[in-house]
């Protein structure tokens, strides 16, 4: 079965901190993709990375860095020097290989960057 | 590029009405849709798949007759909610997928509907 965890269900930062956001998955498909969508306020979702199992590198964008760990199955996402824009809900969720259509949503997490 | 839109972004109807959304991939051609349905605080819920030129597939729990999905063309696919009632109100969400076998879902800003 397919799962996702965000054990954090609301973080509070002052503008300027680094945060990081946790992700933890569980699927039995030796194949699978992992993604980070960002929900503003507004409702729409943001794609803003993914990643497959077979590579394992971290990958930074910007203020955006991403932890990909297969042996703790977890896919952590990390904002450095927060701004205030960055106050959303973040999801992390998981596919299987390619034309599963079913992708898994993790319950989020809301963060909120404090001026 | 990856550019989807929802119409209308919110509604406000009676119970017993129906009520109409439409999924737009505007850059693309998404032969497959996925609608998904969201309660305030909570994360999204698969509702049913659709790919163009087929019948939905409804993932469990999800009425066929309740929500009828058609996705007649490779750039829109539509949900009707039939005989809406209050515990319809949600947050709806659609996303589209270019190609089979591609992995990423993009999705529309979503579609608030109230049912009074």
């Known amino acids: 079965a397919q799962k996702v965890t965000q054990a954090q269900t609301e973080i509070s930062v002052v503008e300027k901190e680094d945060v990081t956001l946790d992700c933890v998955y569980e699927?039995?498909?030796?194949?699978?993709?992992l993604f980070w969508y960002k929900q503003p306020p507004s409702g729409e979702l943001v794609f803003l990375i993914r990643?497959?199992?077979?590579?394992?590198q971290n990958e930074i964008s910007g203020r955006y860095s991403w932890n990909f760990q297969k042996s703790t199955s977890s896919f952590n996402f990390t904002i450095t020097a927060s701004q205030v824009v960055d106050s959303a809900v973040y999801f992390c969720?998981?596919?299987?290989?390619?034309?599963?259509?079913?992708?898994?949503f993790g319950t989020g997490t809301r963060l909120t960057v404090i001026p | 590029g990856a550019v989807v839109s929802q119409h209308p972004s919110r509604v406000i109807c009676k119970s017993g009405t129906s009520v109409k959304i439409e999924c737009r991939s505007l850059?693309?051609?998404?032969?497959?849709m996925f609608w998904y349905r969201q309660f305030p605080k909570q994360s999204l819920m698969l509702m049913a798949t659709?790919?163009?030129?087929?019948?939905?597939?409804?993932e469990q729990g999800v009425e066929k007759d309740k929500f009828l999905i058609n996705h007649a063309s490779l750039t829109l696919s539509t949900l009707t909610v039939t005989s809406a009632h209050p515990e319809d109100s949600s947050f709806y969400i659609c996303s589209a997928r270019e190609l089979a076998g591609a992995e990423t879902q993009y999705f529309g800003p979503g579609t608030r509907l109230l049912v009074l």
């Open positions: 699927t039995r498909d030796t194949t699978y993709y």
């Open positions: 990643r497959n199992s077979f590579d394992e």
């Open positions: 850059d693309f051609q998404a032969t497959t």
């Open positions: 659709s790919n163009e030129g087929s019948k939905a597939t409804y």
């Open positions: 969720a998981l596919s299987g290989w390619p034309g599963a259509n079913n992708l898994f």
